[in-house]
């Protein structure tokens, strides 16, 4: 069949809000039930209208809904959340978002009992059950007294051999807590790690290792020991404790340089688990709690599935920590993020977060012995042909002063169609949230809406981002809105001078800090024509005065302490530089967000309205940092191609207009 000659982005999708919202599921916090083989598992999707629900499917392969209407799954910690369940022997624990309380669900009648009291100023996650199952331990994050200096963390026990609810504060003092894990071989013991302001969790951390004095009146810390992140050096950051059944504790620290494994046992002393520490990462940024990128082996805890990225590239393998070596599991999948070992009989068996740039994220099931593995569930139940699904370039490329940044290019892929002879695609320039995070080769269905048609989109991962070592994720400090603005803007030219895409068609997408970058390109450089700001930040005075507790002081590493670098945050907000904003910016906005304010949407919008540029504004009710209800969803896709369009001179197939503020500006 000869394609249809038709402009870049008015080329026609199967791609489209309905498929991506309708056939999409996000699947989190995978467990399995070593005692039945059942699995539990969070899941978002369009028929749950931004509900978390918690699912089940028994060792037969019968899947039900455990927790049903009203019960929303979700912890607010840190407004981030996760952790937000785990398994008892015939029970679960999980957060509900409805009423912020822990409850207990019995795993056979779905029966829900509160084990917490009702207050809304209480949120729970990060929950780890007692091998007597008397008790639990998670974080509690009180916001009593709700602005981000008052907001208290604590680590606390949650009784579960009471009738009345009942917590218990079991350490203080820290401004945050995280991943409180216990001793199989000794459960007395167990292990956790804390910061404090200003540091962020890839910053500065400290691990603990303590004895629990346990009676029926009390639980209380009798010892504690700390294994890493003492203050006298403020550069090393560890995550991840935990356990191996034979009593080793195992964490991920990045005192190398990169985050390695390391291991403890009681009375001995850290060590790598390597013979040599690699330059690669073996964690993602802790931004929720719960991360699980290795776990110990079943049938031999001293080998260690771990996942770890290597110049941005995702890898499986095994360390063995007895020969303090590692073996390479190659395997066709680009991202892995999730690891849980179990068994099949003799055999191991790891349950995987596993994708692609042509296969939707999905659980696998990977047998270790047979290199064979089993999908297990999908994030998308529609199977989409190759022809319309992009595939990316790995960039390395030059920007200011000689520095490397990293990016990958998606073309436009669209096998029904081209594009007139002669002519170039808009690009996309996306700017990742964050800033501390990074775009990998997984499957982006909302990069697939545009390059399906005729959109060229390069998601760039600029200094700062993670996967390239705690060098290069330093690079950002004390820079934002520099570093960072110069790699986007340094890959858009690149690919401009490379002639793979229309110099007068470059557009800045990101949302959160990277919605920052986007507004930050636009004010202080002058390479884009159109930007796309997803609860982007405009204004850094009030970023630092009004967020919340977790990113309080994350802004000092950034820019500079506040107020005494004042000068410096007001210099490269975007708002005070509006008056250098020369081009048309789409804004869209949760009405409920607390991470980055409504107000700080409307400030950018009424400066640009106020000179007469093309400026859109959508705010979503119900919506807070993201967007997680389908209609919004739907509406923020279609809003942005359709901005795009107006702005650049064509029209979408599926164009749903919006409201553009001095749109008669857009044609002069």
Known sequence: MTPTVAPYGEWKSPIDVNFITSSTVSISNLLKHEGTGALYWGELSGATNGRTTIMTRSAEGVTSELTPEPFHARSRVHEYGGGTFTLGSDFLISSNDVDSRLYKVNLATKETTPLTPENKAWRYADIEIH??????????????EDTPQTVINTLVVVRLDTKEPNVEILAEGADFYSAPRFNPANPSEFAYYSWNHPFMTWDHTQLYYNHLDISDASIK?????????????????????????????????????????????????????????????????????????????????????????KNGVYNLAVIDAKTKTLQDIPTEFQTIKSIYASTDGQDDILLLDVGSYNIPAQIISYN?????????????????????????????????????????????????????????????????????????????????????????????????????????????????????????????????????????????????AGGYSTLACLAFRDVFKAGVSHYGIGDLEVLAKDTHKFELLYPESLIGPYPAARDLYLERSPLYSADKITCPCAFFQGAEDKVVPPNQAELMVNALKKRGLPVAYVLFEGEGHGFRIP????????????????????????AVPIDIINEDAISK
């Not at 091998?131 to 009593?144: G, N, Q």
């Not at 005192?255 to 002393?269: D, Q, R, V």
């Open 131 to 144: 091998p007597s199952e008397k008790f639990l331990i998670c974080v509690r994050e009180d916001h009593t």
């Open 221 to 309: 810390v009798a010892s504690q020991t700390l294994l890493a992140g003492d203050d006298k050096n403020n550069e090393e950051s560890t995550n991840q404790p935990r356990f191996a059944k034979d009593g080793t504790l195992y964490f991920i620290n990045d005192k190398t340089g990169f985050w390695n494994l390391y291991s403890y046992k009681a009375g001995g002393k850290p060590e790598l688990v390597l013979s040599q520490p690699m330059e690669a990462e073996f964690q993602d940024p802790a931004w929720r709690f719960a991360g699980r990128s290795y776990y110990p082996l079943k049938s031999d805890c001293t080998k260690i599935a771990c996942s770890y990225i």
């Open 368 to 512: 270790l012995h047979t290199r064979a593995y089993e999908v297990l569930m999908k994030s998308s139940t529609v199977e989409v042909p190759k022809g319309w699904i992009s595939k990316p370039e790995s960039l390395t490329f030059k920007s200011t002063g000689g520095r490397v940044a990293y990016a990958l290019y998606y073309p436009p892929t669209n096998a029904d169609y081209v594009a007139p002879e002669g002519t170039l695609p808009p690009l996309r320039v996306l700017s990742h949230g964050g800033p501390t995070g990074a775009y990998a080769s997984d499957l982006n269905w909302s990069i697939n809406y545009f390059t399906s048609r005729g959109f060229g989109c390069v998601a760039v991962n600029y200094g700062g981002s993670t996967g390239y070592g705690r060098a290069f994720r330093n690079s950002l400090r004390t820079k934002w809105g520099v570093i960072d603005v110069d790699d986007c803007s340094a890959a858009a030219t690149y690919l401009v001078e490379r002639g793979d895409v229309d110099g007068n068609k470059l557009a800045i997408v990101g949302g959160s």
């Open 631 to 654: 209609k919004n969803v739907k509406a923020a896709l279609q809003g942005e191609v359709s901005f795009l369009g107006r702005i650049f001179g064509f029209t979408p197939f599926d």
